[in-house]
């Protein structure tokens, strides 16, 4: 294939032809952490492990002190710009990097499962924790790691000797840098106003399923009462979902009999956290509907829970017209109900009122498991009519619809980011 001008082809790829291929301890000083005991002498310092190190953030609030002497201290300590990776880790999480903006009040030293890169005067320290974190995010480090256990190393001679591609000025560096660090601001932004609305979300659940706060045109009686649910308004009650919900609990179709294609069965690995998931690798068939399991097809807005599993509590979804048609397996539930408005219903359910709920009665074996029982004794606060029910649920509804435009804006936000390191960082698109 033809170089496009003003590019070559090197031993990393094709790259500008005014950028340069040099090994990392080229363009900085690669150290290694400082194992310690907690009997060791000297003064206690605080100090940073791979705990701390997350990929472009570090975290302050789990930071230990050891002692350390002085010239230890000096040796290991870090320094505002000095870029910290993860030595030992999984593959996939090797060489988890972030830069040291002095974060934490005090000096910091680093232990031995940490690598420090310190930045020579002619290069962006914030370029090369990008460069990193790209390598980290495609694999470079994972190829270059070590692995005799678990945990693989990614080593500090190993790091030296990689080979990237580099920008030879320092501006052209610093262009790139201020460009994905806005882009990270941007994706920053948008995990803290999720975080936001997710916080306003919760306290709205509190106050309008109890009936703490009523909606306009629906106070009907004055007053609270005490239940088995807490306090209520007089006028709503305690209800118990076996008493006004229909539980169904699938059938144990055998897997011997599943097909390629046909009607999706859906399983308890279908339910996952709010919500169904139908990926490839978990999806199995069943040929047809029959007469005989005719009462397992599931509808739109049923509420779907997992009996199974150590997420059990915390795995229920409410069915979307694109999940279905579908059939019901065993060890999952379904709840419906005709006197019950069903995403109030779906509300209480898919709550940390109904995960509490599981916590209390599910078996503590190796694989925990509630039965339709337990279900069937949950109780929830219920409004006297199916309108206060519907405009409770209908404002939920709004705020998880705003939630999941958020989430989709941040799904977007950071494949642009990834999007623009891979052009960036390998200078297929230039800044300067």
Known sequence: MELKAGYKQTEVGVI???????????KGKVITGKALAASAPGTQRPYLRTKNVFDGRIDIEDVLTMPMTDEQFAQFRIRNGDVLLNEGQSLELVGRTAIYREEYPSPCAIQNALLRFRAHKEV???FASY???HCQKTGVFAQIALQTTSIAHLGGSRLERLCLPWPKAKAE???IAEALSDTDAWIESLEQLIAKKRR??????QVLLTGKKRLQGFEAKTGYKQTEVGYIPNDWE??????????LTGFPFPSGKYTENGIRLLRGSNVKRGETVWSEDNTQFWPKITTEIRKYTLQVDDIIIAMDG???GRS??????SDVPALLLQRVARLRSKSIDQNYLAAWICSKFFTEHCDSVKTVTAIPHISPADIRSYQFALPPTKAEQTAIAEILSNMDSELDALEANLIKARQIKQGMMQELLTGKTRLV
Do not use: H, Y
């Open 16 to 26: 500008p032809e005014d950028w340069e291929v040099c090994p990392v301890n080229q």
């Open 124 to 126: 962006s320290e914030t």
């Open 131 to 133: 460069l990193f974190r």
């Open 173 to 175: 560096q610093e262009a």
């Open 200 to 205: 306003i979300k919760a306290g709205t659940m």
């Open 238 to 247: 305690c209800a118990r979902v076996g008493d006004n919900v229909d539980l």
């Open 310 to 312: 150590s997420l059990v």
């Open 316 to 321: 229920f979804s409410q069915l979307s017209p």
